[in-house]
């Protein structure tokens, strides 16, 4: 009885260091996943401050350019216009009549921080994926590491291609035509300064995060969630969701926009099924060579 007890005592020795252990284990991921956060707060930070330099470039050349006039998209709007007429006149914009207004005391100091921030956090995305994939490098065996090599600059490209269309193509049509609508000609649109800047932002960041859906659909294959087989046969209801999609980030009646907003969504799509199809393949061909031998 005695010797059942003190192998007990063992055992429950053994399972406790077990348990010591793995909670030591996880601990220290957390401390280097701290680390890696630090240093790419660190980074963001130092943006923050760089881009709190060029406030003025950001502010009259970035963030207020969609609402005038002279505005890259819509001069090359109005060359489309020359160029094939039957599209209609009304694709070419030459005024905007949009009065923005402030209406908080501390509103443009509040404005002038938060746009800085949210500038040093769109250009530390690149060193904040790269953080991220050293966090991870580790736990990945030498082909995973291989396959998701260039992972931080496919994810950070297209970020920034969603970001670039996100801000000429979508904020310049959807601004002109929340600017220029009414319910009523009685009724005059007069804008908060923080409203314009929410939209802008909120256009451009949606459109980048949108434009990831290859790096997600690259991720769910890789777990074996998301097959290409699956998304060929959903592919009719995909290229609905796209086209309300783009009628809802574009709310115009003009067939035109909606399409130039959801041809790169279809693009996406057909991406991320070759990705998956790509995927599958590789994995097909380590299972036959596996189970051959």
């Known amino acids: 009885m005695s010797n059942n007890k003190a192998k007990d005592l063992i055992d429950s020795i053994k399972n406790k260091g077990k348990s010591l252990e793995a909670e030591m284990s996880f601990f220290d991921h957390l401390d280097i996943l701290r680390k890696h956060l630090l240093r790419a707060l660190a980074v963001i930070t130092l943006l923050v401050m760089v881009a709190f330099y060029f406030t003025d470039f950001i502010w009259h050349d970035v963030i207020m350019a969609p609402k005038n006039a002279d505005f890259w998209t819509y001069r090359m709007m109005c060359k ?16 905007i009549k949009a009065k923005i207004i402030n209406t908080e005391m501390s509103g443009q100091f509040t404005l002038q921080m938060n746009s800085c921030v949210m500038a040093g956090i769109i250009l530390g995305i690149p060193y904040l994926l790269f953080e991220i994939w050293l966090f991870i490098k580790p736990a990945l065996l030498d082909t995973e590491r291989k396959s998701a090599s260039g992972f931080v600059a496919f994810a950070s490209l297209l970020f920034a291609l969603g970001l670039l269309f996100g801000y000429y193509i979508i904020c310049p049509l959807s601004i002109n035509f929340l600017i220029n609508y009414t319910v009523d000609p ?6 908060t300064i923080s409203s314009y800047l929410s939209t802008v932002l909120t256009l451009a960041l949606g459109s980048g995060i949108i434009f990831q859906l290859p790096v997600i659909i690259y991720i769910l294959s890789k777990l074996g969630i998301m097959t290409p087989k699956f998304m060929r046969s959903t592919r009719r209801y995909a290229a609905v969701l796209i086209l309300i999609v783009a009628a809802v980030v574009t709310p115009t009646a003009d067939p035109y926009t909606m399409l130039i907003v959801a041809f790169p969504l279809f693009l996406l799509y057909e991406l991320s099924i070759i990705i998956s199809a790509r995927i599958e393949k590789k994995r097909q061909k380590a299972e036959l060579a596996f189970y051959g031998k």
């Not at 009685?186 to 804008?191: L, R, V």
């Open 186 to 191: 009685s009724i005059e649109n007069t804008f």
């Open 80 to 95: 489309l216009v020359e160029a094939f007429p039957s599209i209609g006149n009304e694709f070419c914009i030459t005024d």
